[in-house]
């Protein structure tokens, strides 16, 4: 049928004996997976236990010192290039942070004119300005509506300023920015993180709609749902682990040890 668009199945995900050690010691060792493609997987453990180096590694964005994984087929860290090609990140600190003077709209906008001047093909690019400006809407809805972000539903539409954001509807921006690539693997860091009980069911049930289109997701969370392909860093509570004093701020904690193994492997 022309002009559908069909998107990539999502990637099966690998991994054996995978670990990453930086200045402070082991950030994760000893790692271990195996999800079909489709999964949802989520990276379990206590704030500090290197969570978002896992999540970082598995996407192609962090160098791993031992052991190998492959996504879709492509080995790490021989293809880390190609897998982040494939793949997108979500709600992780230092990496996607939203600008909170900009608007949910201009987010918007901006993902998308970069997605169409990096991630598209040069036929893409040829096509008349109206078609173009038209499937872009149609991807950003597209989007939208498989993140859960209703824009009819915040104070002022698009023109919601993301510091006015809700804790929840800012993640599902952070998903629908994520979306518009059309990811074959979405990384999430902080699944639940200050959320209500209830706002964390809602969360693992969109995450679950993502993968029931195809996409794989592999999710950070202090607790993983019972139907997740679970994945530890094999440095929970483990003061050896190198990722910060305990008693500090789970987000400090998280971003200053991935900001330490990033600097160690000099990826970003």
């Known amino acids: 049928m022309g002009g559908v668009v069909h998107d990539p199945p999502g990637l099966a995900v690998s991994a054996r004996d995978l670990g990453l050690e930086g200045p402070r010691g082991w950030a994760f060792h000893g790692v271990g997976v195996d999800a079909e493609p489709g999964s949802l997987i989520a990276v379990e453990g206590p704030s500090g236990s290197g969570r978002t180096c896992l999540l970082l590694a598995l996407t192609g964005r962090m160098r791993p010192t031992e052991g190998l994984a492959t996504v879709g087929g492509l ?27 900009l608007t949910v709209g201009e987010h918007l906008r901006e993902r998308a004119l970069l997605q169409r001047r990096f991630g598209g ?15 872009e809407r149609k991807r950003v809805d597209t989007a939208l509506t498989a993140a859960g972000l209703d824009l009819a539903s915040l ?50 049930d969109r995450l679950r709609s993502i993968t029931g289109a195809g996409t794989t997701v592999v999710a950070v969370c ?32 998280e971003g200053e040890e991935a900001a330490d193994a990033l600097a160690e492997t000099g990826r970003s």
């Open 75 to 101: 080995e790490l860290p021989r293809r880390m290039a190609a897998v982040r090609r494939i793949s997108a990140l979500a709600h992780v600190t230092g990496v996607t942070d939203l600008d909170p003077a």
């Open 121 to 135: 093909s040069l036929r893409g690019l040829l096509r008349p300005r109206g078609e173009r400006a038209d499937e």
């Open 155 to 204: 104070p002022k539409g698009a023109r919601t300023a993301v510091r006015d954001l809700e804790r929840v509807e800012a993640l599902w921006l952070s998903l629908a920015l994520a979306l518009l690539g059309r990811p074959r693997l979405l990384g999430v860091d902080d699944a639940g993180l200050k959320l209500s009980s209830a706002e964390r069911d809602e969360v693992w």
């Open 222 to 253: 202090s607790e993983a749902p019972r139907d997740a392909v679970v994945v530890g860093t094999g440095a929970a509570g483990d003061d050896d682990a190198g990722t910060g004093a305990a008693g500090d701020d789970e987000m400090h904690d």
